[in-house]
């Protein structure tokens, strides 16, 4: 068993009102099954077959949140059970999202990535592209946008990270003031293992935790 259960309690503790996502990609199911037994319900993966095989067997009350780079293609394997998208990256798969949503009568929760870090691989809006997004989520009733999401540089600099979460927050509550926004504007999707730290205290809503939980991955994150 690779699941490190005391770090888990710890970490549930110290986030207090902060929801945490267990981030289980590429790990087995019986680590997620661990850790749903001591109560956690929210898991974040961010391969789609890898997802869908996952979702298929495991108990059905786990809100399963998408968190790598969604291809418009593949929206529609997801759209049944997903809960929460963290990575929309584009006005056009919002609309994919809304039409795939339509057909099994949904209404699926969608987060904005916003490009924070200055690393050029990294996926994301700039605001201008927010806020065409945002105007014209308005005329998609299947889904509905809640907030952003984020990653900060991959780097040791902590001052760096901690900008860059602050940069977030200051965007996340400027866009909550903007008449475009209808309805919910309540989450910040920022922090995994290295930063989680650092981003709750610039006031992240959901953190994103992988390997802490779970142990380093084997394979690389083709995924991002
Ligand atoms: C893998 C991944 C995480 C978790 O990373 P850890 O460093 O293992 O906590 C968080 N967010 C995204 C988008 C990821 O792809």
């Not at 981030?23 to 680590?31: A, F, G, L, R, W």
């Amino acid at each position: 068993m690779a699941v490190n259960i005391e770090k888990y309690n710890g970490i549930r503790k110290e986030l207090g009102r902060v929801t945490l996502v267990a981030v289980s990609k590429t790990k087995p199911n019986e680590d997620i099954q661990a850790l749903y037994e001591l109560g956690q319900r929210d898991f974040g993966e961010n391969y789609v077959q890898e997802l869908v095989d996952k979702q298929a067997v495991l108990p059905k009350d786990i809100r399963w949140h998408f968190i790598g780079h969604l291809q418009s293609n593949k929206v529609k394997y997801i759209a049944p059970f997903v809960h929460l998208i963290h990575g929309v990256d584009s006005f056009k798969l919002l609309q994919e999202i809304h039409k795939q949503a339509a057909k099994h009568d949904r209404i699926i929760d969608c987060l904005l990535q916003v490009h924070i870090a200055q690393e050029e691989t990294k996926f994301g809006m700039d605001e201008n592209e927010l806020e065409e997004a945002l105007a014209g989520a308005s005329g998609l009733p299947h889904v509905r946008v809640c907030g952003l999401m984020g990653m900060a540089s991959f780097t040791d600099d902590q001052a760096k990270v901690r900008n860059e979460f602050r940069l977030l927050k200051t965007l996340f509550d400027k866009i909550g003031e903007w008449p475009v926004v209808n309805g919910e504007w309540t989450q910040l999707s920022m922090g995994m293992s290295g930063d989680y730290a650092l981003a709750i205290e610039e006031g992240s809503t959901m953190v994103r935790i992988g390997s802490l939980l779970f142990g380093a991955r084997t394979y690389p994150d083709k995924g991002i």
